[in-house]
């Protein structure tokens, strides 16, 4: 069965210093791993993606995101935080597609993140 | 939120009636998919639909209804039959390229459903 855990409900960071949010996952076969972030009341906005190459991921607004195949995580990274980063965060996860199958994909409970001035 | 539209922004049901929310996508996606979001528990799929006049069940399907009789619409209707549907509701397209191969998913802005 494939599965995603966010195990922090909440993460808090001074702005300017480094955050970290983090997501582990399980597939069967290989993962395409996914960061959405979510404002209130809205929808959800793609931030990035792993599906093959490089295990560090660059997407919007400065993240970024490692694949560790081994731990079986996909954590979520930023240098420097801002106070706009403010938000929900939610890893998703989906197995490589095979043939005509549509891989759906699983979300993780998500992260909310507050960034303090 | 792209080309994604839902509406509307927020809707009341009352007790015993059938709601239908609007997702309209201008991204000739091929696939959409309509997510329920409750607090603390990310999203679960309700339905989705790879080409026009076919769909699927997804993890909570029961007490909801969908169509998809043109490429760029997949309403939902919330029925009656589902006992608690107070909850954020978003619909998500997607490309589907040559050999099944599905793309990233895109979201609509949401409707709140909420019940009277």
């Known amino acids: 069965a494939q599965s995603v855990a966010q195990p922090e409900d909440q993460v808090n960071v001074a702005e300017g210093n480094p955050l970290t949010v983090k997501c582990t996952y399980s597939?069967?076969?290989?993962?395409?791993l996914f960061w959405y972030v979510q404002y209130p009341n809205r929808g959800l906005q793609f931030l990035l993606k792993?599906?093959?190459?490089?295990?560090l991921v660059k997407g919007s607004y400065g993240f970024e995101a490692e694949f560790n195949k081994s731990q079986t995580s996909f954590h979520l990274k930023k240098p420097s935080a801002l106070v706009s980063d403010s938000a929900l965060y939610f890893c998703?996860?989906?197995?490589?597609?095979?043939?005509?199958?549509?891989?759906?994909?699983?979300f993780g409970r998500g992260t909310q993140l507050t960034v303090w001035p | 939120d792209g080309g994604i539209t839902q509406s509307p922004k927020y809707l009341f049901r009352k007790e015993g009636q059938n709601v239908t929310l609007s997702c309209e996508q201008n991204?000739?996606?091929?696939?959409m998919y309509w997510y329920r979001q409750d607090p603390g528990q990310g999203l679960r799929l309700i339905y989705y639909?790879?080409?026009?006049?076919?769909?699927q069940k997804g993890d909570i399907a029961e007490g909801y209804s969908v169509s998809r009789e043109k490429k760029e619409s997949f309403p939902l209707t919330v029925t009656s039959a589902q006992k608690n549907p107070t909850a954020f509701y978003l619909c998500?397209?997607?490309?589907?390229?040559?050999?099944?191969?599905?793309?990233?998913?895109?979201f609509g802005p949401g409707t709140r459903l909420l019940v009277l």
């Open positions: 991204l000739n996606h091929d696939a």
């Open positions: 639909s790879q080409i026009v006049n076919d769909f």
């Open positions: 998500a397209s997607s490309i589907i390229r040559a050999g099944g191969r599905q793309e990233t998913q895109y």
């Open positions: 998703a996860v989906r197995e490589a597609d095979r043939g005509s199958t549509l891989g759906r994909l699983y």
């Open positions: 792993y599906i093959t190459g490089d295990n």
């Open positions: 597939v069967s076969g290989n993962p395409y």
